[in-house]
């Protein structure tokens, strides 16, 4: 929490002192109305002297005046700073997810980061707020009153002495406590956040297969798990108000008690006894106020930490800086060199020794069953993920010697699962080249079979992108995200898998426009299918990681017997050796 609060309330400097000097001015107008009240009472009251009265009222009014003045102008600056942290936090938090590489992201998960920028952002904010309202006051108007009141009567104040080493150890048994609390209930609001996002998204299939009771039951029990951490912890919170007025209404009668006697025998006038109630009472609420600032920076302590767990994560795929590199017209368009690749935590590789190179303006078609590494390595072309061994150069360069600026225009992807933002067609298309016209998106767009249903849009081009292209079909989306690849004239294209909602025509369309590219253009073609991949230059067969089987169609079906068997899964004998 500390090192968060030195790191982010450094620009907001002049604001925390200003509010918390306006707390402590405050403060001080609360410390001396208990006197003023005491001289109301013992020269106004009891001489029946009215005019003191109204005097001591009067400068009461001006005191409460006064101190709601200093009150607003720090409730404005605890406001403004507390906004201006949050904001500095998301920001940064958004721009370092959106560093991290795919192996960070694994280990965080999409929900929990979700959860940390918001709900764990919104707690520290509220840390930072009452910090600057609440921490000040109330901890000095506790101090000062108990200073003032042994100035009153040494013999009574120390009563006030005698509960601070109680209530000291019903904070530290609390604190020491709540806080691996706290941390747990957020860990469990991840997981509320994770399977109410998955029902969200897969509501159709949960209905297709009249899932929405065990889904129900699912979130219950997360819900019920979080309910009782949140319960646990508040039941050990809930120690903190009635213990600590217990200790301090047990105070207040020792010092009626003795105050009593004292006023008797002559030693303490009325009004000093009453403004040792007063100063008493301020000190109780104080401590009330300070019990319930311990539970709220428990609870933004345990936000902190997660949110500078994430902060202090440096991304494993890291950006070269430098100018861009100079690409050798004449090179290998790819080449890997015994690469290998393994996911955290794994026992066996994912991608094992794969060696290949591919010719500019050549197609490389990848095949093999469910889990044989195909998107994996599709990841490492692109670098999402660093390779473990071997290299893999782009166009004669390693990819990890490039900017990832330079390897992003360099290289295209378009991933499994179609991905668009809320926006238009255009703002969608123009992801890899802001600056492109109308002309080229149409082009690609041509390219990727999806200019018909465009032209049929009354917007065209600024027709509306619903969030995720949910008013797009599976086909649609796929071909939009196929366009949007092709924009900028890539050296390098790789398409996962991206064609598997398309209908057959439509798919041999777009494989003949891609092989129209030519030129210096190369595509990578990952796919299920065989029809996807037969006509390609070279063929690339894996079974769990390992390369067993490189070449063309026809080689393969001579040499390797699993890229036989997918054919003949798939095609007749006659189709495949058409």
Known sequence: MFELLGKYLGPYRGKTIIGALSKVVEVIFDLITPLVIARMIDDGVHNRDVGAVLRYGALLVCFALVGYGFTLICQKMAALVAQGVGTDLRDDLMRRTMSLSAAEMDRFGADSLVTRTTNDVNQVQLAVAMGIRQLMRFPILGIGSIVAALLIDLQLGLVFLLCVPVITLVFWFVMSRSVPFFRLMQEKLDLVSRITREALSGVRVIRAFGREGSETKRFDAASKEQTDVAVAVGRLSALLNPATLLVMNLGVVAILWTGAVQVSVGDLRQGQVMAFVNYMSQTLVAIVYVANLVVLFNRGSASAQRVMEVLDTEPSVRDTAGEPLAVDPCTSALALDHVSFSYAGAQLPSVDDVTLTLGQGETLGVIGGTGSGKSTLVSLLVRLYDVSAGTIEVLGHDVRDYPLAQLRSLVSIVPQKASLVSGTIRSN?????????????????????????????????????????????????????????LVGSPRLMVLDDSASALDFKTDARLRRALRELGGKTSVVIVSQRVSAVMQSDRILVLDHGRVVGLGTHRELLEASEIYREICLSQLSAEEVAA
Not at 458 to 470: I, Q, R, S, W
């Open 429 to 485: 298309l123009l992801w890899r080249r802001p600056d492109t016209d109308d002309d080229e998106l149409w082009r690609a767009l041509e390219r990727a079979q999806a200019a018909d249903f465009v032209r049929e849009k009354p917007l065209g081009l600024d027709g509306v992108v619903e969030a995720g292209g949910k008013n797009f079909s599976g086909g649609q989306r796929q071909r939009l995200t196929i366009a949007r690849a």
